[in-house]
Structure formats: C-alpha cells, structure tokens
C-alpha cells in the first residue's frame, strides 16, 4: 500500500468550534484504522485526542465512525476502506465532543446506575450454588458479550437526531435490560421502568444498532423486541387490566 | 496551587478485577471509597483475559481440592511463592468464583447444571470456571455492575503519578485528568494499589498502553520493597501478523481446547521437550494427549498444556533452529480437530468465538480450517509489591497491594487462570484490611509542600521548550529490553542494560513535551517513562542477581537450576541516596502441613 489520505476531525473542548484537517500517512499490510490514527498522531499531529485500550476488539475504548459508519477504529481494517478518497475519521455524534476524537459517554454510566440491579434467586442447592442450564445461560451469554463501546447508541436516531436522552435510555440498556430480565436467576421486575422511565416505546425497530454492533448481538430481535412484548403483555393485555382493576392494583 | 484534596477513607488506584473487588470490599466495610482509573470504567486489562479463572470447586473431577491447586500453583512457581498466599489462594478462590455467580455473572455449565470447569496449563484437573474465551469481560462486568450500587466515587481517566506520605505512613496521592490536564490531590487513610503489569516495557507486548508498571513504581518510590522483579512472563502465543497486531493475544484456551503446536516441518516439537519435573504428568503420545482434551480422566495432559515459560522457550528454540513459520513464530492449529469430532468447525466458533473473530477480521484467516501463526508476547510479571500473605499490605504502612502488581503468589511462573482468581482472592483481603486500617489508625495529614512540589515536577516536560521528545526514549527502552532483558538472557547483556537503562534515565530528566496540558500524549508519555525505566531496572538488575535458570528467567549462561536460588527471592527497593538497592531475602517458610502436601503430590 501507499501514502493515504485522511480527513480527520479536531476541536478543541465541548465549545470549541471543530472542523476536519487533512493529513497523508504511510499505510502498511494489515493496519487498522487506529494504527493509522497513531501514527499521525506520532508524526504530524501529536496533540490529536483519541481514546483507545486494549487494540483487539476487546474493550469497545476506540469508538469513531469511518466515512460515516459508527466502527470500532482497532477493528477496521485500512484495506477495507476505498482508498480513491480521503478515509474521514470523527468522534462519534451522539455525544458531546471533549476533544479531537474524544467523546463525553458519561451519560451511558449514569443511566446504568439507574436501572435495577441483578437479584438472584435463593440459591438452589444447600451448598449456596445454583443449579442452570447451558441453554438458558447461552440464551444471556449474548446480551453479557456487549463491550459497551456505544456504538448502537450512537446510531440511534432517537439519541443522534432526537435528543431524547431525558427519556430514552438507547438500544445499550435495552441489552443490558434484557441480560437481566432473561438471566435464569434473576427476581427483578424491569417492565414499568422500560415502559415509563426508559422509553421503549420509542425504539420503532429500524435495527440500525443490529447492524452495528461490533459483537454482533442481535439487539432488536433477540433484546428490544422480546422486551417490547413483554411490556405491552404485562401493561396492554386486557385481561390483566381487568384484573388490575379488581385487586385494586395501580392500573398502566 | 491550593486545591481542596478528595477525601476517603480508602483510595483504591486501578480498577481492574483487583481494584474493583477491593473497592466493593471497602464499601461494604461502611468505608468511604474513591476509585481512580486510568480509561473509563470496565476497559481495564481485565477484559482481555480468556481462559477462566483458577478455583478448586471440584465440579468436574471431584478429584480437585485446594490441596491439589495449592501444590500446582508451588510447582508451577518453581517453589519461590509466598506458600502462605498460595495457600491463601487456593482455599479463598471457590468461594470468590461463587460470589461472583451470585452477583450475576453466568459461566458455562456442567450437564447437571453446575459451573464448568476446562482444562488448563500446569493445572492437574480441569479447575477454570469461564465463559467461552471472554471470562475477563464477564468478571469485569459483573463486578462493575455490582459496584456501581455501592456508594463508590469513580474518578475516571485520571492517572496517579506521585504516592503522599504523612510521617512514612501513606497519605493521599496526586493523579491529572487526561483530557484536560488538570490535576487532583485525594487524601486516604489507607490506599489500595491494584495498577496491573509492566508490559510496556517491552516491545512485543499483549498489554494495552496502561501498562507501564505504574503501581510498582508509586511503591517503589514510596520507599516500599519489591520482589521477583526479575520473572516476567511471556506467554508463548501471540499474533505474529500482520505486524499491526503483533503481541496481541491468543488464549491458551485453543490448546486447552486441543489446539496443537507445530513447526515448520509439521513437527509436534514439545513431545521431545518435556522436563522432567513434568514428565509422570504429561501424555506420551497424541492420542493420549487427545483423549485427555475430550475429558478422560486417565489420560495425561498433552505437552501444549506445560507451563507457560517452558512452551515460550521451546517456540523460541524452533524459530532460532530455522523451523520457524513465515513470519517468525511457530504454526498453532485446532483447525486439526475435524479428524476427531464431525461438527469440529461449529464446535471451535463456540468455544472460542473472540478468537475465531480475532483471527478473522485483524488476520483475514479462518481458525476452523487454517493454522494460526503465533510467538512468545510479553504478558504478566510476576515481581510486583511485597505484601503481606494475609493483609496485602506493603512495607509502607498503609499502603496495599492486589492483583498483578503485587507479587508473592506466582513466584517464578504463573499458572494461566490462576490471575482471575489472585485479583478477587486478594482484591477482596486487600479492601477489608485497608478499610480497618483506615477504622484503626486516625486521620493523616497531607503535605501541602510537597503536593505543590509534586505537580511542579510533574509540570516540567510541558515548561521545557527545548530537548528530546519522550517517544525515541521510549521506542529505545522497548527494543533495549525486548533484545537484552527479554525470554533469553545473559549477563554481559544484562550489565548493557542496566548501563544503558541509566543513560536513557538521564535523558529522561531533560525530556521536553511542548504544548497544552488538555489531552498532550507526549507530556504523558514524559510522566510514564520515569515508571517505565524504574521497573526496567528493576528486572534487569534481579535478572542480573539471579544467576541461574528458573521459572520465567531463563540464563543462557547458567541454563540450570541453582539449590541457593531456590531458597531466595530477589528483593528490590530503594537506597538512602536514591540508589536502586538489589539483594537476596530468604523465601518464605512453608508450613508443615504443606511441606508434607507438596511430597505427597510430588
């Protein structure tokens, strides 16, 4: 391969008013997207901000969208992308920019803490332990594989374009909702908050975070549209309703 | 530069597993917890680990019990560990794996619907509770998620550069905010160092930028001893290609799984290299090797399962023989199980899917039908802060230590799946011992002066306009270290080094890094080299002590084992003048009982 083009997003703080800079580096075999980003980092542009961990995939640090698609940078390769144009890198726009590539995701911790925790079952056998079945973990085990690198939140449209941070808590927590609803030992009961304070309702399963997803869980079939039935049979069912009504329950 | 210090009675640096699980100790305690990390919460080194973690719950053979981990863990640490850590060890780690269960983390199952348990090196029985090959992403995440709930500060990508002392007794730390440089100074009564490895150090390294031996150094220039410095573990599989990706790790859950190693020849090289120490436990043959994969407990281990230092050395011996792959390592393939079982190329997806995706999209190679290219990356070390076996805590009152900065369990090797359970096992001691420390003993006083006097130095690169720019020390001391101080070593090289490592020290005293101090990875890289060079010395100087050939150091000058340094840990601290103070310190006594456990177990 040869000198590359990149057209590269810098700002400088929340405020500050940023724009892309052009910069032109050696690509080698087998770079990714990240290598490259540091290595004009090392050459022409030692200042440029951008987060990154473990290089592998593993850590869901490097979160940027290349020409346009929401990518982990450490797991895009250069010799994927065309190369007849400048490959543009920017930090991702559903949150706000601290710097360069550097995004604020502060909003994504605060929003986990506000969702019920995981409370087990009492344990099944007298030692403590609990007795699971392999398929009823594998049937988590995909939700549990999220390496939070925000990606789907990113794409969503009622974060990116909508802005309904206040009342949606993204394609993100519905996994992470669901990981806990479906976990085989878990007592909680997350509808009313889904339905109330998190706003599935909102979600209208454009599977834009499905496609994503850099560990390829199935986000709206297997977590979002599981969780929408489960709302709507829980708050819509009219027999449920009824009976709401007689036991004197608060109806939805 | 008055600042109004963060107060807690407990300051845990690092949150990784060991940070985490000291951290949800301390607040249980009824403390005040504050957790300093370097990325955001959850990217910590922790989520790279596969394998499992290491406990004797006796799942799948009930033939496992703490006595027959414990004996494991010693051999494997060639009989230089802290036996009352390994022991300490092995008896906490089932406990620790369960409660982790009970905080929501699923691991695979047995039939009858308890934990799995697989197979791994140097481990009698198959003792790794994990989750395909993401049991670090699991554990980091359960205990996040867990943490979250308990009333503990996180301050996230702030970076600790400077320990405070209050009349030699720990005080409080200094750390600046990556983005945008601006610094905090926390007050503690009692603070936890839970930082990870070294393994930036070197060149080829599976460790993330965090790396750079951050806690041993804060210890070390606290005036703490530490010990082993000079066993540094280089796995013997990482990703050789492309250049990108090399160090970057391959589980040794691929051979764990049946994964075997070949070299150019298709030679199964490690059956005509088995030590002696090993040779009742490993299979004679392929098919023995096999049928012990598949479960069949009569069988021995396959010679792909010896100890970490031993498999990295052998692939070293192969591609300096010329029997090396095409870009210098060696052939590891699993692809080969389809003779065995039909469905082979499902079964590999499931039960390593990330390395399946690892291979398959940094590589373009597909792991179910072709060889992998693999070579020994710089991984763990095992030297790390002397601690004591029950406290954790350091030489400095105070000051503790979990997890892979802290040394005393692995001695001179470290069995795979026995760190997970180190960071929770010790990680837990660790945060109920600082949490009473902090009850016990009262407030301390900070320093202002020497705060202030802190973040002047630490202000200098950025204010020097001219000199050398921190990265060509860096790059230097990576290939310094990786040439002379790396799997083979010698002593003239050592001594280069330690010269060499002096040179660049100085260097470093004048290194400039212009700029603003929002997000400047050069003025970082300045701050980090001062930690880099420190534990470099540190283990070429205990390498250089250490005249034999034992565990992780290997002496090509004295290729055998030594009787007088199997009774000797090598400890390093700092001398009245600053001076780098090496020297041998008895190891510690084991007990009757397990003197009389590792002669029964042989």
């Known amino acids: 391969m040869a000198a590359t083009r990149f057209r590269i997003w810098r700002q400088e703080g929340a405020e500050g008013e940023g724009g892309y800079r052009d910069y032109t580096t050696e690509v080698t075999e087998g770079m990714v997207v990240l290598d490259a980003v540091h290595q004009i980092q090392a050459e022409s542009a030692n200042d440029l901000a951008v987060r990154w961990n473990c290089k592998a995939g593993k850590c869901g640090s490097c979160s940027a969208e290349v020409n346009g698609n929401p990518r982990l940078m450490c797991m895009t390769r250069m010799s994927d992308l065309p190369t007849d144009r400048p490959v543009t890198v920017e930090p991702m726009r559903a949150f706000p920019v601290i710097r360069d590539l550097v995004c604020d995701v502060s909003w994504n911790y605060e929003v986990k803490k506000k969702i019920q925790p995981f409370e087990p079952r009492p344990p099944d056998a007298e030692d403590g332990t609990w007795r699971i079945a392999q398929e009823d973990v594998e049937r988590v085990q995909e939700f549990r594989k999220c390496i939070e690198c925000f990606l789907c939140q990113d794409v969503c449209h009622v974060l990116r374009d909508h802005h309904l941070h206040d009342e949606f808590v993204g394609p993100r927590f519905f996994v992470y909702n669901a990981a806990l609803e479906m976990h085989p030992l878990d007592t909680g009961d997350r509808l009313s908050a889904l339905k109330q304070d998190e706003g599935i309702g909102y979600c209208n399963i454009t599977k834009c975070c499905t496609k994503v997803c850099p560990e390829h869980i199935t986000i709206t079939d297997n977590a979002i549209i599981p969780l929408k039935e489960r709302v709507v049979s829980e708050f819509y069912d009219p027999l449920k309703k009824l009976f709401r009504v007689f036991s004197g329950g608060s109806a939805a | ?602």
């Open chain 2, 1 to 602: 530069m008055e600042q109004t210090p963060y107060e807690y009675d407990v300051l845990v640096i690092g949150a990784g597993g060991a940070g985490l699980r000291a951290a949800i100790e301390v607040s249980a305690a009824g403390a005040s917890c504050g957790v300093i990390c370097k990325s955001l919460l959850g990217k910590a080194h922790t989520v790279m680990a596969e394998g499992g973690m290491a406990a004797a719950i006796g799942n799948v053979d009930e033939r496992d019990d703490w006595k027959v981990h414990v004996t494991d863990t010693l051999r494997g640490g060639q009989y230089l560990s802290n036996p009352k850590m390994a022991e300490i060890h092995a008896r906490e780690a089932p406990a620790r794996a369960l409660e982790l269960e009970a905080w929501g983390a699923l691991f695979d199952r047995t039939k009858d619907g308890r934990i799995l348990q697989r197979n791994f090196g140097g481990h009698r029985y198959p003792r790794l509770a994990h989750v395909g090959d993401r049991t670090g992403l699991e554990m980091i995440r359960t205990l996040q998620d867990h943490g979250i709930h308990h009333g503990i500060d996180f301050h996230m990508e702030y970076t600790v550069f400077r320990l405070l002392l209050d009349d030699g007794r720990v005080a409080g730390a200094l750390a600046y905010d990556r983005e945008r440089g601006r610094f905090r100074v926390y007050r503690a009564k009692a603070v936890v160092l839970a930082t990870g490895g070294i393994g930036r150090a070197f060149k080829i390294t599976s460790n993330s930028w965090e790396y750079t031996g951050d806690g041993h150094t804060l210890a070390y220039d606290a005036g703490a001893d530490l010990i082993d410095m000079e066993f540094v573990q280089f796995h013997p599989t990482g990703m050789v290609w492309p250049p990108s990706v090399r160090g970057i790790l391959v589980t040794e859950g691929v051979r764990g799984e049946g994964g075997i190693l070949l070299n150019s020849d298709g030679e199964r090289f490690l059956f005509d290299e088995i030590p002696a120490l090993y040779k009742d436990q490993t299979a004679d043959s392929a098919e023995e090797g096999w049928r012990y994969v598949v479960g069949d407990r009569d069988a021995r281990r396959p010679p792909e399962l010896l100890t970490r230092d031993h498999v990295a050395r052998c692939i070293v011996n192969q591609i300096k023989s010329g029997k090396g792959s095409p870009h210098g390592g060696v052939y590891l393939d699993i692809a080969w199980i389809k003779e065995k079982i039909s469905n082979s190329e499902d079964h590999i997806r499931k039960k390593l899917p990330s390395m399946y995706h690892q291979f398959k999209e940094l590589a373009g190679l597909d792991i179910t039908k072709e060889r992998m290219e693999v070579g020994p990356t710089t991984h763990y070390v095992m030297g790390g802060v002397r601690v004591d076996a029950e406290s954790q805590m350091s030489t400095v009152p105070g000051l503790y230590a979990a997890g892979e900065c802290a040394a005393g369990l692995h001695g001179a090797n470290r069995l795979g799946g026995n760190s997970l359970s180190d960071l929770l096992v010790f990680g837990q001691r660790a945060g109920a011992y600082a949490a009473a420390f902090a009850k016990e003993h009262g407030d301390v006083r900070l320093d202002q002066a020497s705060a202030d006097a802190g973040i002047r130095e630490a202000l200098q690169p950025l204010e020097r306009e001219r000199g050398e720019g921190p990265y060509q020390i860096q790059y230097e001391l990576q290939d310094l270290m990786q040439e002379k101080v790396g799997i083979v070593r010698v002593e003239s090289e050592l001594e280069q080094a330690v010269e060499e490592i002096d040179r660049l020290s100085e260097r470093a005293k004048a290194v400039s890094a212009p700029g603003n101090r929002e997000y400047n990875p050069g003025w970082h890289t300045a701050l980090d080299l001062h930690n880099l060079l420190v534990v470099s010395e540190a283990v070429a100087r205990a390498g250089l002590l250490r005249r034999e050939s034992r565990g992780a150091q290997f002496r090509d000058d004295y290729p055998q084992k030594e009787e007088h340094f199997g009774k000797v840990n090598i400890r390093v601290a700092r001398g009245a003048d600053k001076e780098m103070v090496v020297e041998e310190i008895p190891v510690e006594p084991m007990s009757d009982e397990l003197t009389r456990l590792v002669e029964e177990m042989g």
